[in-house]
């Protein structure tokens, strides 16, 4: 397995309730992002936070709502979702060198999260 | 915007054999990084294999090889001597990043089953 592990790995929420799923690399790397996998959907990315300050968010739903205290854990706080949410939502990281390399990105094992 | 395309939802290949996995891209940048990921069954997705545009040499790691054609815009993966292991969805990434924006693209994959 890659050094992202990622809690809880199933969660089934109702549409009122607030979550968190978190994400912790074990690898020194100074990037993480969310993406969100849908059945029969390519991957979306969601949100991309580069030494702890986001750098991206793709038009992602207010009810989705990131946090990133330190180079090595990565939250997805949730609340007041719909059921179009249910999905396999993914973590990952990366080393980012200077300039506009792109590195190799390691994926944790995801969240399957269910929205009743 | 970019787009990846992968048109085969699902192939087969029996064990020992060679398939190849087509993956085409549309971009109008000139330096950009394409990514092969393999998720297996209820299993992290992991990197298979990495291209930079600005080589022009495919890409090989060990029983994985890509055809890179840069003009054709396609980045299609071929998997030789397959085995029982390889079954799993097979994701093709369109990768660049500039100036703080994050353009990461996958496609739908390819369902790849290895009959014994």
């Known amino acids: 397995e890659t050094g992202v592990t990622q809690t809880p790995r199933h969660l089934v929420m109702g549409m009122t309730n607030k979550k968190s799923l978190k994400c912790e690399q074990h690898l020194g790397h100074n990037a993480m992002y969310w993406y969100k996998q849908s059945a029969k959907k390519p991957l979306e990315l969601m949100f991309v936070?580069?030494?702890?300050?986001?750098?991206e968010n793709n038009s992602v739903p207010s009810r989705f709502s990131p946090e990133c205290p330190n180079s090595s854990h990565l939250f997805l706080h949730l609340h007041t979702l719909q059921p179009e949410d249910s999905a396999l939502y993914l973590c990952?990281?990366?080393?980012?060198?200077?300039?506009?390399?792109?590195?190799?990105?390691?994926f944790g094992p995801g969240t399957r999260l269910t929205v009743l | 915007a970019q787009t990846v395309t992968q048109s085969q939802p699902e192939m087969s290949v029996q064990e020992a054999e060679t398939v190849t996995l087509s993956c085409t891209y549309d971009?109008?940048?000139?330096?950009?990084?394409l990514f092969w990921y393999k998720q297996p069954p209820s299993r992290q997705m992991i990197l298979v294999i990495r291209?930079?545009?600005?080589?022009?040499q495919n890409a090989t790691e060990n029983r994985f090889s890509v055809n890179f054609q840069k003009a054709a815009k396609s980045f299609s993966l071929k998997i030789s001597d397959s085995q029982l292991g390889d079954t799993a969805m097979y994701f093709c990434a369109f990768m660049k990043r500039s100036s703080g924006t994050y353009k990461y693209i996958f496609g739908t994959g390819t369902r790849l089953k290895v009959l014994a």
């Open positions: 990952a990281s990366s080393q980012e060198f200077a300039g506009d390399s792109t590195d190799t990105q390691y």
């Open positions: 971009t109008s940048e000139n330096n950009y990084y």
């Open positions: 936070y580069s030494l702890e300050e986001r750098v």
């Open positions: 291209q930079e545009a600005y080589k022009q």
